[in-house]
């Protein structure tokens, strides 16, 4: 019995050993398996960095250009310049750099030991920094540096050849279906019609921007005579800003009623609300910049170094006119009183840009007569279900991706480039590398930067600092009610309908996406980015072309009272 019981005992330990030496072995195993897969992707990520690395250095060896700028070393693509000062107005964020916090270092900082009281009382003030401003540097557009590499140049020449098979589509179309070639030149004829009167307009207005300048150096000179005075020196300086801000209300209001009083088409009402928006943001740039310049006693120039004024003349330091002027034509909307400079220009360059220009406008007459005008010329004649309407929206998400897209590249590539070229304007960052984003607050900082500089300097900054005391989240969303607004501005008066669809998009989804993308993956957030601008411009594109279709084709809506002008045209027609 004993010898069984051992026998068994011995058995029972050797399944067990077994089983433990099973298990030791698939644990081995797994860990060797996991282990060599672990190993070849790190292989091949260093092999890929390294295919990368040569690759930037080779093919894209403009994106590897530093320009050094005193002691330090700044990207090409980099944007903006961070200022520490010992009495600025907001608080330093802790996610900033350690070696730009402790950049300067002042003499309360160096003597503690000398005023422990007030200096434990001026530190948090000491720590405190500014907004980075924004800097000017010599550097070509993302694209154009892009488009020297030759795997580049390739899918450039292809959208080239997709552009004439698009004109070979509208002229055998017009040729075999409507017995004659167009070219969309009735399209042209349609939207550029009384752009005289535009012109006219847009001469005037830069006759009142010219007489701004003149208004500003007065109000400076007056100001610097009564500096005895300080009551009516105060009083002549809250006088002109009441002046100021009534002349830049009456200007918007005059461009935006001129569209409605003139009936003008849309191509050419967006020329005007476009400029007429431009030329305010510049006069609210030269005024902010210069201002605070005039207040402060002292000249602050580009380089940032304060210089006292000649003690002697007493005359306040306003910029020659001559740098207005170009500010006023220079493709940026921050005014400094110099910008970096290109030594020659470049004739064939600024021709290839201009015929970009020429070639995309082609294109959308294109897109508005053979997708826009067939989907919805006849809305609001025609009867409408849910299943024609589906249609119609999904039959403009590819033609409204390339507006999208061409749209960014004629203005904010060709036109830009095109106005820095003739100017000798040396910095042609107006854009980042935007189709990267993979969240929309990387999206809406690199797709316009020209834009997004001035609501950062001019917007952004001011309430940031002296309203909302350094909370972000309100100064943010205050910038984009305003971007909003504007945007909502332009198209609404230049279709001349009242149907805030951009509004909603913009400024309340597009808000929410912010917020909710941020811990986005890239992958998966850059692929849900051009899912939901292909889906949101088709369906903007698609919402707005109902609704002037359905106010233009609709003979029974009466405008009796001013709830018929609030109510969209689409409701009133089908219902």
């Given at each position: 019995?004993?010898?069984?019981?051992?026998?068994?005992?011995?058995?029972?330990?050797?399944?067990?050993?077994?089983?433990?030496?099973?298990?030791?072995?698939?644990?081995?195993?797994?860990?060797?398996?996991?282990?060599?897969?672990?190993?070849?992707?790190?292989?091949?990520?260093?092999?890929?960095?390294?295919?990368?690395?040569?690759?930037?250095?080779?093919?894209?060896?403009?994106?590897?250009?530093?320009?050094?700028?005193?002691?330090?070393?700044?990207?090409?693509?980099?944007?903006?310049?961070?200022?520490?000062?010992?009495?600025?107005?907001?608080?330093?964020?802790?996610?900033?750099?350690?070696?730009?916090?402790?950049?300067?270092?002042?003499?309360?900082?160096?003597?503690?030991?000398?005023?422990?009281?007030?200096?434990?009382?001026?530190?948090?003030?000491?720590?405190?920094?500014?907004?980075?401003?924004?800097?000017?540097?010599?550097?070509?557009?993302?694209?154009?540096?892009?488009?020297?590499?030759?795997?580049?140049?390739?899918?450039?020449?292809?959208?080239?050849?997709?552009?004439?098979?698009?004109?070979?589509?509208?002229?055998?179309?017009?040729?075999?279906?409507?017995?004659?070639?167009?070219?969309?030149?009735?399209?042209?004829?349609?939207?550029?019609?009384?752009?005289?009167?535009?012109m006219g307009v847009w001469l005037l207005e830069h006759v009142f921007v010219l007489a701004l300048y003149f208004a500003f150096q007065g109000w400076a000179l007056?100001?610097?005579?009564?500096?005895?005075?300080?009551?009516?020196?105060?009083?002549?300086?809250?006088?002109?800003?009441?002046?100021?801000?009534?002349?830049?209300?009456?200007?918007?209001?005059?461009?935006?009623?001129?569209?409605?009083?003139?009936?003008?088409?849309?191509?050419?009402?967006?020329?005007?609300?476009?400029?007429?928006?431009?030329?305010?943001?510049?006069?609210?740039?030269?005024?902010?910049?210069?201002?605070?310049?005039?207040?402060?006693?002292?000249?602050?120039?580009?380089?940032?170094?304060?210089?006292?004024?000649?003690?002697?003349?007493?005359?306040?330091?306003?910029?020659?006119?001559?740098?207005?002027?170009?500010?006023?034509?220079?493709?940026?909307?921050?005014?400094?009183?110099?910008?970096?400079?290109?030594?020659?220009?470049?004739?064939?360059?600024?021709?290839?840009?201009?015929?970009?220009?020429?070639?995309?406008?082609?294109?959308?007459?294109?897109?508005?007569?053979?997708?826009?005008?067939?989907?919805?010329?006849?809305?609001?004649?025609?009867?409408?279900?849910?299943?024609?309407?589906?249609?119609?929206?999904?039959?403009?998400?590819?033609?409204?991706?390339?507006?999208?897209?061409?749209?960014?590249?004629?203005?904010?590539?060709?036109?830009?480039?095109?106005?820095?070229?003739?100017?000798?304007?040396?910095?042609?960052?107006?854009?980042?590398?935007?189709?990267?984003?993979?969240?929309?607050?990387?999206?809406?900082?690199?797709?316009?930067?020209?834009?997004?500089?001035?609501?950062?300097?001019?917007?952004?900054?001011?309430?940031?600092?002296?309203?909302?005391?350094?909370?972000?989240?309100?100064?943010?969303?205050?910038?984009?009610?305003?971007?909003?607004?504007?945007?909502?501005?332009?198209?609404?008066?230049?279709?001349?309908?009242?149907?805030?669809?951009?509004?909603?998009?913009?400024?309340?989804?597009?808000?929410?996406?912010?917020?909710?993308?941020?811990?986005?993956?890239?992958?998966?957030?850059?692929?849900?980015?051009?899912?939901?601008?292909?889906?949101?411009?088709?369906?903007?594109?698609?919402?707005?072309?109902?609704?002037?279709?359905?106010?233009?084709?609709?003979?029974?809506?009466?405008?009796?009272?001013?709830?018929?002008?609030?109510?969209?045209?689409?409701?009133?027609?089908?219902?």
């Amino acid at each position: 019995m004993a010898k069984e019981e051992s026998s068994a005992r011995r058995e029972s330990c050797t399944e067990q050993l077994q089983f433990v030496r099973d298990k030791l072995q698939i644990f081995q195993s797994k860990m060797l398996a996991e282990f060599d897969q672990r190993i070849s992707c790190m292989i091949e990520d260093v092999l890929q960095d390294m295919r990368q690395q040569e690759l930037r250095a080779h093919e894209f060896r403009h994106f590897d250009k530093h320009k050094e700028r005193g002691n330090n070393a700044t990207s090409t693509w980099h944007n903006r310049k961070p200022q520490v000062t010992t009495n600025p107005d907001v608080t330093d964020n802790q996610n900033w750099p350690a070696d730009v916090q402790n950049e300067k270092t002042t003499p309360a900082q160096q003597q503690p030991k000398q005023q422990p009281q007030q200096q434990q009382s001026e530190q948090p003030k000491q720590r405190r920094r500014q907004l980075p401003d924004k800097v000017f540097v010599a550097r070509e557009s993302f694209l154009t540096a892009l488009l020297q590499v030759e795997h580049m140049r390739t899918i450039y020449h292809i959208f080239y050849i997709i552009l004439v098979m698009f004109l070979l589509n509208v002229v055998f179309y017009d040729y075999f279906v409507e017995g004659r070639i167009n070219l969309g030149l009735g399209t042209f004829r349609g939207g550029l019609k009384r752009l005289h009167w535009v012109m006219g307009v847009w001469l005037l207005e830069h006759v009142f921007v010219l007489a701004l300048y003149f208004a500003f150096q007065g109000w400076a000179l007056v100001r610097a005579k009564l500096q005895a005075h300080a009551s009516l020196q105060r009083f002549w300086s809250h006088s002109c800003l009441i002046m100021y801000i009534s002349a830049q209300l009456v200007f918007g209001y005059v461009s935006t009623s001129l569209c409605l009083k003139f009936r003008l088409p849309f191509v050419s009402a967006c020329v005007l609300l476009l400029e007429s928006t431009r030329l305010l943001m510049k006069m609210h740039a030269f005024v902010r910049f210069n201002a605070e310049r005039v207040l402060r006693g002292k000249q602050k120039l580009d380089d940032e170094s304060d210089i006292a004024q000649t003690a002697g003349s007493g005359r306040p330091y306003v910029p020659p006119l001559h740098c207005y002027v170009y500010f006023l034509f220079a493709p940026t909307l921050i005014y400094r009183d110099s910008y970096p400079r290109t030594a020659h220009i470049r004739w064939k360059f600024a021709v290839s840009r201009l015929l970009e220009i020429v070639a995309v406008a082609f294109l959308y007459a294109f897109i508005h007569e053979r997708h826009i005008h067939e989907h919805f010329g006849q809305f609001g004649k025609e009867t409408l279900g849910a299943s024609q309407l589906i249609v119609k929206l999904f039959g403009m998400m590819l033609p409204s991706a390339v507006i999208f897209l061409c749209g960014f590249y004629m203005i904010l590539h060709s036109w830009l480039n095109f106005t820095s070229e003739l100017l000798r304007f040396g910095d042609r960052m107006f854009y980042k590398d935007w189709w990267t984003s993979h969240t929309y607050d990387g999206y809406y900082r690199n797709w316009n930067v020209v834009v997004h500089d001035w609501l950062y300097e001019y917007v952004y900054r001011d309430v940031y600092t002296h309203i909302f005391k350094g909370s972000k989240v309100a100064a943010s969303l205050l910038v984009f009610m305003i971007s909003a607004l504007v945007h909502e501005q332009v198209l609404g008066f230049a279709l001349q309908v009242f149907f805030p669809v951009m509004f909603v998009f913009f400024g309340v989804v597009g808000v929410a996406l912010v917020f909710l993308m941020r811990s986005a993956p890239k992958t998966l957030g850059n692929i849900f980015l051009w899912f939901s601008l292909i889906l949101g411009n088709g369906m903007l594109i698609s919402l707005y072309a109902m609704e002037y279709y359905a106010k233009k084709n609709c003979d029974h809506l009466r405008y009796e009272s001013w709830s018929d002008h609030l109510t969209p045209a689409i409701w009133r027609c089908y219902h």
